[in-house]
């Protein structure tokens, strides 16, 4: 049994790098996503495809071999180890849910998950959500909708939502592609300059480069053919879930005493986003 | 047809308006004859030698890349929809231009005049190759969807190719950003611009501005308060959906060793400390009330036989009857002992009587003989408890002499 799981497993792994060399080959972040939802289709059928091969004879066997007992501490296991690594905000791999929590339940993998999910909705109010259907990354994120006139939370500010939602919505209003130039200047027009330490964001680049990409809220792509090498911002797969451009919208018109749906492409794309947020 | 020529000493950003009216003469083209008159389009001098002068080159040279710096630095002030900046740079271009020493030449292809009716200007593209060294203007005409014909081909020959290659830099910098302006133009709905927004979010944030602010472009006056960042925070936090960081309401229990080992450390060192401290104080009190208890003692009893032979100097004082004391077998020890020193400095004296019994009595200092020629009698007393018995009932001794000293406080 330890010996069809593990060519189960060799079989989905070696899915995952074919897709993951397709992706490569592709241009723009456009693009990308189009490709990434196809193979997403693509994908889930060939995991179901092997569950269902495996559903016959192994699921059997793994619900028999473990107790509803031990199945229901498996998945509070993972719950709880999904709610610690989101305190980093850094996403969660599957790769990792399965070598540190699940090992031998593999084959009842989808089960186990299903109810994880339904326990972040109905007891957490919590919602996890497939960021790269390539590599399987997961985040958390809310499922509950902010009310205007409540703070969202009861803790202080975290200063760096300030920063990342300036350079989110630079981005946005910009088309969505920058060069680093533009962040760097309007930051420093902020008081916050990439070249000094800030008083509360510390190696400002740092944190813009490094932590904000490394939680996929920014992606930060070498421009080719550059030559001194420059780089262009976008948004990042969590920011992608996890942002409202229509609230970032309504701010920013807001700030500006504009009505949002002045700017005509923004809107629109906003709107799309929205819908289809809700339909998932 | 006229005999007009058609004459465009234009920049290439004008080239789009100049093309409309296109008919011209055929003209030979004479590339490398700068003396024609026909070429004096260029410029003032429009002759080899001012032109070929190195320090005038050097000159545009260096004006050419200010101009470049001043794009590439200033790109976002230039993308900014509210300023003609760009616009200032590429006249600033075109003067340099016209200054310099670009000839043009012009070569027109012969036009049939009756498919001149079909003229229609399609499009109309202009681009500099350096390496090409002219340019290529051309105009489409189109009847019925079909390409009739291409017409029109000027040809720029560029003497001065370090000049022509800076100018073209400036060019591309220039279409870039001019195409990205236009674009925003073209946009639906408004341009945004990052400059405004930034201002917008500072006076969000709280900017205390300056009372003598100059206010002048890209001065950095004013400073932010305390908790700015917060307050952007919180009015954003509305725009995602973050699930908040899972923590331990009571925090998490965890047993840490390393801080009580601080603390004994740090009460171990403490006493030890006041410990040594009093330790040498200990001793010296110890030593001094070990020596003063002896010299106090051996005084006191010289006081008290002084006081009694003072009383009555005749009567000598039995040497038992003085030291012992008839409650306390040790008081007398100690007496004794006591007495031996008064006797050992020679303050008393002690002798025998009639009686053979031995008697003591202070020595009188007149009679003290200095130098120490004094016969020194040695004799050692022992006395155990059974003769102190004996002695206080044979000299019935009721009461000691030498009264007992008050208890030290020790």
Redo the contacts between chains.
């Keep these: 049994m330890s010996i069809h799981f593990v060519s189960v497993s060799c079989v989905y792994y070696s899915q995952g790098s074919i897709a993951m060399s397709q992706k490569k080959k592709a241009v723009s972040a456009s693009q990308n996503k189009t490709q990434r939802r196809s193979q997403v289709c693509l994908d889930e059928d060939d995991e179901d495809a092997h569950f269902s091969q495996i559903t016959s004879s192994q699921v059997q066997r793994a619900r028999e071999h473990f107790t509803p007992v031990q199945i229901d501490r498996k998945v509070a296991e993972v719950v709880q180890f999904i709610l610690i690594k989101d305190q980093k905000k850094i996403p969660i791999r599957r790769a990792d849910i399965g070598k540190h929590v699940i090992k031998e339940y593999k084959g009842i993998y989808t089960e186990i998950m299903n109810r994880v999910c339904r326990t972040f909705e109905q007891v957490f109010g919590l919602q996890l959500v497939e960021i790269d259907p390539k590599n399987h990354i997961y985040i958390l994120i809310n499922k509950l909708e902010p009310i205007h006139g409540e703070p969202v939370s009861m803790r202080p500010g975290n200063p760096k939502t300030g920063l990342l939602f300036v350079i989110l919505s630079v981005i946005f209003m910009k088309g969505g592609v920058i060069k680093e130039n533009l962040v760097w200047n309007t930051l420093k027009k902020l008081r916050v300059d990439p070249g000094e330490k800030h008083d509360e964001f510390g190696d400002v680049k740092k944190v813009v480069t490094d932590e904000f990409v490394r939680q996929k809220y920014l992606e930060y792509v070498k421009i080719p053919h550059t030559e001194p090498v420059e780089y262009e911002f976008r948004w990042g797969l969590r920011a992608e879930k996890e942002v409202s451009k229509l609230k970032l919208l309504e701010f920013v018109g807001e700030l500006f005493g504009q009505d949002p749906q002045s700017w005509t492409q923004q809107f629109r794309e906003a709107s799309t986003a929205e819908t289809s947020s809700q339909r998932t | 047809m006229s005999d007009s020529k058609r004459r465009s000493r234009g920049n290439q950003e004008e080239s789009a308006g100049t093309s409309n009216g296109l008919g011209g003469r055929n003209r030979p083209e004479r590339p490398g004859d700068m003396a024609d008159e026909d070429d004096i389009g260029a410029g003032p001098s429009g002759i080899s030698e001012e032109d070929d002068d190195p320090t005038r080159r050097r000159e545009i040279r260096s004006k050419y890349r200010d101009l470049i710096n001043q794009v590439q630095q200033n790109?976002?002030d230039m993308l900014n929809p509210a300023n003609n900046k760009l616009t200032d740079v590429l006249e600033e271009a075109n003067k340099l231009f016209a200054n310099g020493i670009i000839f043009l030449h012009y070569i027109f292809l012969y036009l049939p005049t009756e498919l001149m009716q079909f003229r229609q200007l399609v499009g109309c593209m202009a681009w500099q190759s350096f390496a090409h060294t002219y340019f290529i203007f051309y105009v489409l005409y189109l009847h019925d969807h079909l390409l009739l014909g291409c017409y029109g081909l000027c040809l720029l020959s560029v003497r001065q190719a370090r000049e022509a290659a800076l100018d073209a830099q400036l060019l591309v910098l220039a279409t870039d950003l001019g195409k990205e302006k236009a674009s925003q133009l073209h946009?639906?709905?408004?341009a945004?611009d990052?400059?405004?927004?930034?201002?917008?979010?500072?006076s969000?944030m709280g900017l205390n501005r300056l009372e003598d602010e100059s206010g002048q472009d890209g001065n950095?006056e004013g400073?932010?308060p305390q908790g700015a960042?917060?307050?952007?925070?919180?009015?954003?936090?509305?725009?995602?959906?973050?699930?908040?960081?899972?923590?331990y309401m009571l925090g998490s229990f965890l047993a840490e060793p390393p801080p009580p080992r601080q603390r004994v450390e740090r009460q171990r060192k403490v006493p030890s400390k006041e410990a040594k401290r009093i330790m040498p104080t200990q001793l010296k009190k110890m030593e001094e009330s070990h020596q003063e208890a002896t010299e106090k003692e051996v005084e006191r009893i010289l006081g008290c036989l002084q006081s009694y032979f003072a009383d009555d100097s005749e009567e000598p004082i039995s040497y038992y009857e003085f030291v012992i004391d008839p409650n306390s077998f040790s008081r007398t020890v100690e007496n004794i002992f006591h007495t031996s020193f008064l006797i050992r400095d020679g303050l008393v004296r002690m002798y025998m009587d009639t009686d053979g019994l031995p008697c003591i009595a202070p020595v009188e200092e007149g009679e003290m003989e200095p130098g120490g020629a004094v016969v020194r009698h040695q004799c050692v007393i022992s006395i155990n408890q059974e003769s102190w018995r004996e002695i206080i009932d044979a000299f019935d001794i009721k009461e000691a002499l030498i009264p007992a000293p008050e208890v030290l406080s020790q």
Excluded: D, V
Excluded at chain 2, 187 to 190: F, I, K, V
Excluded at chain 2, 194 to 202: K, Q, V
């Design positions: 790109r976002e946009a639906e709905g408004s945004f990052p400059s405004a927004f930034a201002e917008h979010l500072l969000f950095l400073y932010l960042w917060q307050r952007l925070a919180k009015r954003s936090e509305y725009c995602f959906k973050t699930a908040p960081s899972f923590h």
